[in-house]
């Protein structure tokens, strides 16, 4: 059986021509949500969807549609991914899953193909989360999940809003959020994790997302004199901030499993050499599969803080940055992406995500799921995060024919 295949070498130019915008000295990108570098790479992707001929809108959160019309005016499927990055972020993830997916609609129109469905294009707002909590910004106000208003007046590590800076670079968009309803969504990524690589294989089933939690923690101490406080009187924010950064890599290791935790802001004040922190402000991610274990990860998290404050003498303040359950994905989605792989003579096997993506908020509107392809290295949120041209063009096609099978 012959199929319609992506063009690997205009995937490639397109995916290098984009990765100028932002660039970082050793090969990654900076494109964090509705920057400067962020807006170039919205105009970029514009002008390419429009000269495939694609019908482009934006909606009020900024999430970039390109419609390819189909036979019959029905549902679209949609494919996207996000074009935000990290501070300190690759070249592959959230932009492969966009391109690729222009790319296989390049395809269908160099082929002359038409859909039964028409197939949507998404790039989503703020997937990353690094500039402004929560994470999948966009998807979750596309799902209706959160309100317009709550989102616009979200403020960013730089106090920034949401909104302000929408507007400021010209992506507050005259479309209703979630006007378009998919029929369903896939979204191809790179793995972001070592698993595919290590066993030899080309392509990954996600077979769901685990559950996250993210929380912002202020401790107040006191400041004072490092030479001339007695240790006994100290209330001091940077030694409680390690021990909480201890307890939640001791957690992780006790759980084991799929259990990670993360402190990836850690910032005292004043911040001098001489001087105890009187002030701490910090960020702990904790994941898991396993809903009750999340929480369970949690409690520990808290009770341990509660009694260190009180040892301690300081308060500690927690606010919740984001929270979300594990999300299973359709059996029938995930098999249909180990069937279009087998047909395409590609080796795949099922794997749980462990990083957060806009599917896991799609998942709540429409049957959703996910086609992952190696990292070199497992390496992710890191400018050398790589993935090879031939899985590249592997994990493009599978998204090609998932699209020719759903729209069909
Ligand atoms: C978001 O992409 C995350 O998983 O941190
Ligand atoms: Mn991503
Ligand atoms: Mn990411």
């Not at 296989?104 to 703020?126: I, K, Q, W």
């Not at 001489?274 to 929480?295: F, H, K, S, Y």
């Amino acid at each position: 059986m012959t199929h319609t295949s992506i063009n690997g070498g205009r995937l490639l130019r397109r995916l290098e021509t984009f990765n100028e915008i932002g660039a970082l000295p050793g090969g990654g990108n900076c494109r964090l949500a509705l920057s400067d570098e962020d807006r170039q790479g919205r105009d970029l992707l514009v002008t390419w969807m429009k000269e495939l001929g694609l019908a482009v809108s934006v909606d009020a959160i900024g999430n970039i549609f390109g419609l390819r019309a189909g036979a019959e005016s029905l549902d679209p499927v949609m494919v996207g991914s996000h074009i935000d990055t990290v501070g300190t972020g690759g070249r592959y993830d959230g932009l492969y899953g966009v391109l690729a997916g222009l790319e296989a609609l390049e395809s269908l129109n160099d082929a002359g193909a038409t859909t039964r469905r028409p197939v949507a294009l998404a790039a989503f707002t703020n997937e990353e989360g690094s500039r402004f909590a929560p994470f999948a910004l966009g998807s979750l106000v596309h799902v209706g999940a959160l309100s317009l208003d709550d989102a616009y007046a979200i403020k960013g590590i730089d106090g920034a809003s949401v909104g302000d800076e929408l507007r400021r670079i010209g992506y507050a968009g005259a479309a209703r959020p979630g006007a378009i309803k998919a029929h369903a969504y896939f979204e191809l990524h790179i793995e972001q994790g070592p698993i595919l690589e290590d066993e030899g294989l080309s392509i990954g089933a996600v077979e769901g997302v685990q559950g996250l939690s993210w929380s912002e923690l202020t401790i107040e101490g006191q400041s004072g004199h490092a030479g001339a406080t007695p240790m006994r009187l100290r209330h001091d924010a940077a030694y409680v901030a390690a021990e909480i950064a201890v307890c939640v890599r001791r957690i992780a290791r006790e759980f084991g499993g799929y259990q990670v935790g993360t402190v990836g802001r850690l910032e005292l004040q004043p911040g001098l050499v001489n001087v105890i922190a009187g002030r701490a402000t910090m960020t702990v991610d904790l994941r898991n599969i396993d809903e009750p274990l999340l929480q369970d990860a949690e409690a520990r998290l808290a009770t341990f803080v509660a009694e260190l404050a009180a040892r301690e003498g300081v308060s500690v303040k927690t606010r919740s940055l984001a929270r979300f359950a594990p999300v299973i994905f359709p059996e029938t989605m995930v098999s249909m992406v180990q069937e279009v792989a087998q047909a395409r003579g590609l080796s795949s096997r099922r794997l749980p995500s462990g990083a957060g993506h806009d599917a896991q908020m799609m998942a709540r509107v429409c049957p959703s799921g996910m086609i992952f392809v190696p990292s070199v290295g497992g390496l992710s949120h890191n400018v050398r995060e790589y993935t090879v041209p031939k899985d590249l063009e592997a994990g493009a096609n599978v998204l090609l024919g998932l699209i020719e099978r759903l729209a069909r």
